[in-house]
T-cell receptor, first 112, second 115 residues
Framework: QKEVEQDPGPLSVPEGAIVSLNCTYS??????FMWYRQYSRKGPELLMY????GNKEDGRFTAQVDKSSKYISLFIRDSQPSDSATYLC????????????FGKGTKLTVNP | ETGVTQSPTHLIKTRGQQVTLRCSSQ?????VSWYQQALGQGPQFIFQ???????GRGNFPPRFSGLQFPNYSSELNVNALELDDSALYLC??????????????FGPGTRLTVL
């Protein structure tokens, strides 16, 4: 079983739709949870960063962490064609090298 | 504030050769991590450097090695290249303080092709 599971999609939605992206993980020691957006052939760009359980909102983006279920989500409201990218969930432990463990990424296309 | 930069952008090598990739960390950051991202996969942690010392290593063989310099820039060296080393190599910088590290910010990556 991989440490972080993420459905690679692809996911295709019409402009204006609400998008839900999810990851599950197996190691309950993960404390920090992130979502990165990666455009084709570019480096990942940090979107959301949360510590432990709870919700965090930033504009059209909402990140949710449910540590009891080992499940994290990213919601995108009023999706735009410019949101078309691969979305990577990442998480890390506290202490040590604090390496990021990534999911496989979900490829999202928002159609105008 | 300058972001993370990497060079070169693209590189083509043949099996058995050696390669050096370079990374300049974001202004104010003291920690550099390297990741390998194969096509269609998420990034995999190679190692991290903090205060010029290796501070954690992923499941990569010793032919993957690195350096961090006093100005916090870093190099990734790969010896005896194999076809499976073809990937996007990402550098991420962060600020490690007493209580732990801050968020990692990624550079644009170096795309390595091994023929």
């Amino acid at each position: 079983q991989k440490e972080v599971e993420q459905d690679p999609g692809p996911l295709s939605v019409p402009e204006g739709a609400i998008v839900s992206l999810n990851c599950t993980y197996s190691n309950s020691a993960f404390q920090y949870f992130m979502w990165y957006r990666q455009y084709s052939r570019k480096g990942p760009e940090l979107l959301m960063y949360t510590y432990s359980s709870g919700n965090k909102e930033d504009g059209r983006f909402t990140a949710q962490v449910d540590k009891s279920s080992k499940y994290i989500s990213l919601f995108i409201r009023d999706s735009q064609p410019s949101d078309s990218a691969t979305y990577l969930c990442a998480m890390r432990f506290q202490g040590g090298s604090e390496k990021l463990v990534f999911g496989k990424g979900t490829k999202l296309t928002v159609n105008p | 504030e300058t972001g993370v930069t990497q060079s070169p952008t693209h590189l083509i090598k043949t099996r058995g050769q050696q390669v050096t990739l370079r990374c300049s960390s974001q202004s104010g950051h003291n920690t550099v991590s390297w990741y390998q991202q194969a096509l269609g996969q998420g990034p995999q942690f190679i190692f991290q450097y903090y205060r010029e010392e290796e501070n954690g290593r992923g499941n990569f063989p010793p032919r993957f090695s690195g350096l961090q310099f006093p100005n916090y820039s870093s190099e990734l060296n790969v010896n005896a290249l194999e076809l499976d080393d073809s990937a996007l190599y990402l550098c991420a910088s962060s600020l490690k303080r007493g209580g732990g590290a801050d968020t990692q910010y990624f550079g644009p990556g170096t795309r390595l092709t091994v023929l």
